[in-house]
């Protein structure tokens, strides 16, 4: 698409490397494109008006998340490369709590015409690695300058015959499970925007979510009710599939296991750590309802249960730590 | 996914307006998925992790376009309404620019804590309204505040079992046709920018491109060797095409005619129409190559000739007007 003007600069940028202006977005697309890798789900990649993606059971999942500096992201802290993964693993997650398999990403990036190259190409590597992991691929996208640099990406994924795990189907009697890690990546942020730059595991998975992608598509297989990626934190998230199935849910604390780094920098900065645990969000785990007669394999942890009623509870009560994210307020 | 801050405001805006701080992201999106509506091809729409959209054949197309305020739109040349026709036209454009017929929108929206929740509810009806006319649907979307107005839209699509039309595959001895307008769009942009809101005809096809979507799948069943969508300038796109095909091509310009609106508004400006019709992108007309033998259906004019070589000449000849657009230069 065309654009209105918005005179670019040429040629280097004040930091001495080339600006996205001085080489121009085709220029750009034809760098990143030639970094790219591609699974057996991508029929088509980047370069035409349109990618074709493999939809084998005749149906395709999609799902929307977008990143904006300063918001999501600071680049003084997370690396094009970290933020190229964290972009894919929020849309990766949403595709996998459906109970589907990720096939591809499409990426639109604004950024300053002064920003460097290598920050995109970088981040292309990282949105790239994370699709990797799951055999997904990244197979077009766009780009235009922006004074805000922003990441917008959708994923698409395969259902493989199943109906979608959705938020509304928990019935009171399920037990409520949870793959993946809670709190490590809000325990990441706070240490960071304290000053810090360790504990290591913490700050590393608010870098990097370590998402339990295939804990999805097991879930649906073995019958899971319901299921939500925990993005925004888990009593938040919970509560959309508590309103979603009209059903209260009880989450149990001793469900959780504060590991020792957490623990101790949670004591250093004066927080609960439950905090973290239970409202804090970008960890990308998964949270199921099972039928009670379902053998969890290893990767679920029981954490709760669904019963009658409405609202998210622990251990019985109401919660009074912070609540959830709302991206406005 | 949750944010590191950014304290909102509440309440009303500046203008009186309820901004989307005071109504909140959840309360934003119920608002706005309520005036939507779903076609068939929407399997699930929005409100769980991902939305599910039938992909008949078993592949689905996928791309995605961004427009950002002040590049893209101006707020005060097009209503929301307006931006959301055209975002969803630019990306159901390139859909039908591979013989695919679209089926579903995502939308990722980036906006001012302080933007009317109205601006945000009338985008979406814009980009239903234009999908709708093709029978797709918007099935999902983000939203996240940031200082710059941004809208990411990625469509899918289906290819009904044809192949996809490339940008590769003209060969010489090809007819080159098109389907919809060129230069309209450009000249309404020109028209405004000098301060003018008439020709109406020529500043609504730049607030919402009149896009020959049938015209796509239209060709691949008439065989078209290669089809782009022309976004950034009939010249330019053609570009795309020669390149990828290996082969020149030849616009006649007693291929376009020139209406009359148009050719009073060049001589008001001091331009020359044919560098709006030859290099003005925005209208998502579609340009197809042709096997001399296929009988051309009304909707498809010829307007050149494929023939061994390189690049794209007008009437045999180098074109010395501007070149399309590039998006950081």
């Known amino acids: 698409m065309s654009e209105h003007g918005g005179a670019g600069q040429h040629g280097r940028n004040a930091r001495g490397g080339v600006g996205v202006s001085g080489i121009g977005e085709f220029g750009l697309i034809g760098k990143i494109?030639?970094?790219?890798?591609?699974?057996?789900?991508?029929?088509?990649?980047?370069?035409?008006?349109?990618?074709v993606v493999a939809a084998?059971?005749?149906r395709v999942a999609a799902s929307t998340d977008v990143l904006v500096d300063g918001r999501h992201f600071r680049r003084d802290w997370s690396?094009?490369?970290d933020v190229g993964h964290r972009a894919a693993a929020a849309n990766l997650a949403d595709i996998a709590a459906m109970g589907a398999t990720p096939t591809a990403l499409l990426v639109a990036l604004c950024m300053p015409a002064d920003l460097d190259t290598a920050w995109a190409e970088e981040l292309a590597d990282g949105l790239s690695a994370e699709a990797a992991t799951v055999g997904a691929s990244v197979v077009g996208g766009d780009m235009s300058a922006s004074p805000t640099l922003t990441?917008?990406?959708?994923?698409?994924?395969?259902?493989?015959?199943?109906?979608?795990?959705?938020?509304?189907?928990?019935?009171?009697?399920?037990?409520?499970a949870l793959a993946g890690r809670?709190?490590?990546?809000?325990?990441?942020?706070?240490v960071l925007n304290r000053g810090f730059r360790t504990p290591r595991l913490l700050v590393e998975a608010y870098r990097r979510p370590q998402v339990p992608y295939q804990a999805g598509p097991q879930a649906a297989q073995l019958g899971a009710t319901s299921m939500i990626d925990v993005s925004d934190g888990l009593l938040a998230d919970l509560g959309h599939v508590s309103a979603a199935s009209g059903v209260a849910i009880d989450v149990r604390r001793d469900g959780f296991e504060v590991p020792r780094q957490m623990a101790d920098a949670a004591q250093a900065l004066g927080v609960d750590p439950y905090t973290w645990v239970l409202?804090?969000?970008?960890?990308?785990?998964?949270?199921?309802?099972?039928?009670p007669a379902v053998v969890l394999p290893s990767g679920w942890r029981p954490i709760g249960l669904v019963t009658d009623g409405a609202g998210v509870t622990v251990d019985g009560s109401a919660y009074d730590?912070?609540?959830?994210?709302?991206h406005f307020r």
Chains 1, 2 share one sequence.
């Open 33 to 51: 494109t030639a970094r790219l890798s591609y699974g057996p789900t991508t029929l088509l990649g980047p370069g035409d008006d349109a990618a």
């Open 56 to 58: 084998p059971d005749g």
């Open 79 to 81: 690396s094009a490369r």
């Open 151 to 176: 990441v917008a990406v959708t994923a698409l994924g395969d259902l493989a015959g199943r109906p979608p795990v959705l938020r509304s189907g928990a019935r009171p009697g399920d037990v409520l």
């Open 182 to 190: 809670t709190g490590f990546a809000a325990a990441g942020l706070t």
């Open 279 to 291: 409202a804090g969000g970008d960890d990308h785990a998964l949270a199921a309802t099972f039928p």
């Open 321 to 326: 730590g912070p609540a959830g994210w709302d």
